[in-house]
């Protein structure tokens, strides 16, 4: 059974991916513009968790997972999927690389023997809420960044150097060493207010309202996110790779800023799959 590391880089918009310089992840394989699950990352990620992730609509295995499609003969097709829940639904005609019981796919990973480590940086996997709880309880390890000096958006340094840490300490421990291992990890960088540790405007004015410092800024924050991934994504050759983002941000389109709401601009999401 292979590793998997899932990451998911939130309210990142498809067309600031295409325009930023992040040459490590580019080079990672395909990226697919998709539309997400939820307009806002409880929803998405929650998706996310029973094996729904985003599409593309492209018919393409694992990528495009719509519930049917009718062939030329007007018969019932199914792409196939990359992770799916056993239940509910209907298991008929339904197709996937893995396919997992429990009540999400963390604890349909787990069923099968993996370890599952976690790491968010949103308050949505701050396991101190009771929506945070709900999102995090099924990991066997889940570490949230808000310890003093840390401001949960700017932890990305101290996720991937806990995951990492989390990881090399599965792989020594005789407990664990021989038995796979799920791991993710949220970004909080590319979220509203698009901050990250050092960078110029952190004590900026609030920059909704000015759509070309938004774009420019979740640009920055993703390149700034780039530089810091080589390391963690070497020691990911041998992973089944997922990165996605949960939902886009509406930028001033139709007057409109943020998400939690129906916009083109929050559907619309950058997804990679890259199987080992």
Same mark, same amino acid.
């Given at each position: #059974? *292979?590793?998997?590391?899932?990451?998911?880089? +939130?309210?990142?918009?498809? !067309?600031?991916?295409?325009?930023?310089?992040?040459p490590n992840l580019k080079a990672l394989g395909e990226w697919k513009r998709a539309w997400t699950q939820g307009t806002f990352t409880l929803p998405a990620h929650m998706a996310f968790f029973v094996g729904?992730?985003?599409q593309t609509l492209d018919d393409t295995d694992f990528y495009d997972h719509t519930a049917k499609r009718r +062939?030329?003969?007007?018969? $019932?097709? %199914?792409?196939?999927?990359?992770? &799916?829940?056993?239940?509910?639904?209907?298991?008929?005609?339904?197709?996937? @690389?893995?396919?997992l019981e429990g009540s999400n796919i963390i604890d349909g990973f787990r069923k099968l023997g993996y370890r599952a480590y976690g790491t968010g940086a949103v308050n949505w996997f701050n396991p101190a809420?009771?929506?945070?709880?709900? #999102?995090?309880?099924?990991? *066997?390890?889940? &570490?949230?960044f808000d310890d003093t000096g840390f401001s949960p958006l700017n932890s990305a340094p101290a996720q991937i150097e806990w995951i990492m840490n989390t990881?090399?300490?599965?792989? @020594?421990?005789?407990?664990?060493r021989n038995r796979p291992f799920f791991s993710f990890i949220n970004f909080g960088e590319t979220h509203h207010r698009y901050t990250y540790r050092g960078c110029d405007w952190m004590n900026d004015?609030?920059?909704?309202? !000015?759509?070309?410092?938004? #774009?420019? &800024?979740?640009? @920055?924050?993703?390149?700034?996110?780039d530089g810091l991934l080589p390391e963690l994504l070497d020691r990911s050759r041998a992973c089944d790779?997922?990165?996605?983002s949960d939902h886009g941000d509406a930028m001033g389109e139709d007057g409109l800023w943020g998400h939690?709401? %129906?916009? $083109?601009?929050?559907? $619309?999401?950058?997804?990679l799959i890259r199987q080992c």
């Open positions: #059974m *292979n590793n998997i590391l899932f990451i998911t880089l +939130d309210s990142l918009r498809w !067309d600031v991916f295409l325009r930023a310089d992040a729904k992730l985003p +062939d030329r003969e007007h018969r $019932e097709t %199914f792409n196939r999927e990359l992770w &799916r829940l056993n239940n509910p639904e209907r298991a008929i005609n339904h197709r996937a @690389k893995t396919l809420l009771p929506a945070g709880r709900l #999102m995090t309880g099924w990991f *066997n390890d889940f &570490r949230f990881v090399d300490r599965h792989e @020594k421990s005789l407990l664990t004015r609030e920059p909704y309202g !000015d759509h070309d410092a938004c #774009m420019y &800024r979740q640009m @920055k924050c993703l390149e700034y996110l790779l997922v990165v996605c939690g709401f %129906f916009h $083109e601009k929050v559907m $619309e999401v950058p997804f």
